[in-house]
């Protein structure tokens, strides 16, 4: 015990001592302190002002490049192919023609006497058209008849020859080539009475036709002589046509059908027509032949479309346009025409595939309807297809999708 009272009392002795050397000591001065904490913290302050300088700039730099890159894709819009219908309706203009068709001529030659029918006529088979003089003919008629009388003279003549002599041929007071030349002659005397009686009834046949007949049912359209007119028979020039008639209860309808729709044009299809001076209504028809060739010059398919018109409505020449519903053979689409490329490799549209990245297809038209182009070939129908795509557009380029187009691209898919 007595030990460690001494080690506390050395212990105090040298921390009295010390303490003492401590306060000897002169304090540092508190100014220079302040300079050292102010120059560290303006120093640090210094630091952070560089470093976010630095930061901010990297930032930029980086946003620029970012927003650089993101300038130099390009954002489209997209849009489904719209799918055709199963049975399409087609419309093409029609001309309109009266089921028989035909001109009037006259068979013989003289001076028009009258005429019974004007344009506007509507007549029946058989009813008398018109009467021409032929005093030429009549002269003829006279004349082969005379010519017959002669030959029948003659052929009685030449009959009581030959039989006279063949009697005398029995007792051998003529020869025999006596009797054979009568009998020749009798022979030619009967041709010439037949090629006189041909001749004659020719002639009689050409008389007839000094009365013209409406050959069918139907409608003057023309009329073209008047009373005095000299008439040339035939349809060869000089001639011309006296009048011309048409039959209209039935009409004819011919269409040149696109060489596309050729295959679904048959017989048996029913058409409607409409016409401008008809508003609202249709006429019902019937597609009753084609001309099984294609025209090289039009690339297209003459059909013929019967229609009946009992009450005359329609009239020949007139257009009108002509409804088709053809079944199709192969799936259509529809695309507004904002979307073609017209490109030296042909005709495409742009296509989005995975969402970025674009597909040129060639396609191939059918019909254009101004805002709108029908799509035949190259499209199977789940495409997004681009909208208003850039003349330099290449396959493979990667674009963006513009957000109002995302829905629509959803619905495409």
Same mark, same amino acid.
């Given at each position: 015990?007595?030990?460690?009272?001494?080690?506390?009392?050395?212990?105090?002795?040298?921390?009295?001592?010390?303490?003492?050397?401590?306060?000897?000591?002169?304090?540092?001065?508190?100014?220079?302190?302040?300079?050292?904490?102010?120059?560290?913290?303006?120093?640090?302050?210094?630091?952070?002002?560089?470093?976010?300088?630095?930061?901010?700039?990297?930032?930029?730099?980086?946003?620029?490049?970012?927003?650089?890159?993101?300038?130099?894709?390009?954002?489209?819009?997209?849009?489904?192919?719209?799918?055709?219908?199963?049975?399409?309706?087609?419309?093409?203009?029609?001309?309109?023609?009266?089921?028989?068709?035909?001109? #009037? @001529? &006259?068979?013989?030659? *003289?001076?028009?006497?009258?005429?019974?029918? /004007? +344009? $506007? %006529?509507?007549?029946?088979? =058989?009813?008398?058209?018109?009467?021409?003089?032929?005093?030429?003919?009549?002269?003829?008629?006279?004349?082969?008849?005379?010519?017959?009388?002669?030959?029948?003279?003659?052929?009685?003549?030449?009959?009581?020859?030959?039989?006279?002599?063949?009697?005398?041929?029995?007792?051998?007071?003529?020869?025999?080539?006596?009797?054979?030349?009568?009998?020749?002659?009798?022979?030619?005397?009967?041709?010439?009475?037949?090629?006189?009686?041909?001749?004659?009834?020719?002639?009689?046949?050409?008389?007839?036709?000094?009365? #013209? @007949? &409406?050959?069918?049912? *139907?409608?003057?359209?023309?009329?073209?002589? /008047? +009373? $005095? %007119?000299?008439?040339?028979? =035939?349809?060869?020039?000089?001639?011309?046509?006296?009048?011309?008639?048409?039959?209209?209860?039935?009409?004819?309808?011919?269409?040149?059908?696109?060489?596309?729709?050729?295959?679904?044009?048959?017989?048996?299809?029913?058409?409607?027509?409409?016409?401008?001076?008809?508003?609202?209504?249709?006429?019902?028809?019937?597609?009753?032949?084609?001309?099984?060739?294609?025209?090289?010059?039009?690339?297209?398919?003459?059909?013929?479309?019967?229609?009946?018109?009992?009450?005359?409505?329609?009239?020949?020449?007139?257009?009108?346009?002509?409804?088709?519903?053809?079944?199709?053979?192969?799936?259509?689409?529809?695309?507004?025409?904002?979307?073609?490329?017209?490109?030296?490799?042909?005709?495409?549209?742009?296509?989005?595939?995975?969402?970025?990245?674009?597909?040129?297809?060639?396609?191939?038209?059918?019909?254009?309807?101004?805002?709108?182009?029908?799509?035949?070939?190259?499209?199977?129908?789940?495409?997004?297809?681009?909208?208003?795509?850039?003349?330099?557009?290449?396959?493979?380029?990667?674009?963006?999708?513009?957000?109002?187009?995302?829905?629509?691209?959803?619905?495409?898919?």
């Amino acid at each position: 015990m007595g030990v460690r009272e001494g080690s506390d009392l050395y212990t105090e002795a040298n921390l009295d001592e010390e303490g003492q050397e401590k306060l000897s000591q002169p304090p540092p001065r508190s100014g220079h302190v302040k300079t050292i904490i102010i120059a560290a913290i303006v120093c640090l302050l210094f630091g952070i002002a560089v470093y976010r300088g630095i930061s901010s700039r990297t930032k930029a730099s980086s946003a620029l490049a970012r927003e650089t890159l993101e300038q130099a894709i390009r954002t489209v819009s997209v849009i489904p192919p719209k799918r055709g219908a199963p049975a399409e309706e087609i419309v093409l203009p029609g001309n309109i023609q009266a089921f028989i068709d035909a001109p #009037i @001529y &006259a068979r013989t030659n *003289g001076y028009l006497r009258r005429w019974t029918v /004007d +344009i $506007g %006529a509507h007549v029946k088979a =058989g009813q008398l058209l018109a009467e021409i003089d032929t005093p030429e003919v009549e002269q003829q008629l006279q004349q082969a008849r005379a010519d017959l009388a002669t030959a029948e003279a003659n052929l009685r003549l030449a009959e009581i020859t030959a039989s006279r002599y063949q009697e005398l041929l029995k007792t051998d007071s003529i020869s025999k080539q006596e009797a054979d030349n009568a009998s020749g002659d009798l022979q030619a005397k009967g041709a010439i009475v037949q090629s006189a009686r041909y001749n004659m009834k020719r002639l009689e046949e050409l008389q007839s036709f000094q009365r #013209i @007949y &409406a050959p069918f049912d *139907g409608v003057i359209t023309a009329r073209n002589t /008047d +009373i $005095g %007119a000299l008439i040339d028979s =035939g349809s060869a020039s000089p001639a011309r046509e006296l009048f011309h008639i048409a039959s209209t209860r039935k009409l004819r309808i011919y269409v040149k059908v696109p060489q596309v729709y050729a295959r679904a044009a048959r017989p048996g299809l029913p058409a409607d027509l409409t016409l401008s001076e008809f508003p609202g209504r249709r006429f019902k028809g019937t597609l009753v032949r084609t001309a099984e060739s294609i025209d090289a010059s039009s690339r297209t398919l003459l059909v013929e479309i019967d229609l009946e018109n009992p009450k005359g409505e329609l009239l020949p020449g007139a257009y009108a346009e002509v409804h088709l519903k053809l079944p199709s053979q192969a799936p259509s689409y529809f695309l507004p025409v904002n979307t073609l490329l017209f490109r030296t490799e042909g005709l495409q549209v742009a296509v989005l595939e995975g969402g970025t990245r674009t597909v040129l297809i060639p396609v191939t038209i059918g019909r254009d309807f101004g805002n709108e182009v029908e799509i035949v070939t190259g499209l199977k129908g789940d495409e997004n297809v681009i909208l208003n795509p850039p003349d330099s557009l290449v396959s493979g380029e990667t674009v963006s999708l513009a957000p109002s187009a995302a829905n629509t691209s959803g619905k495409g898919n």
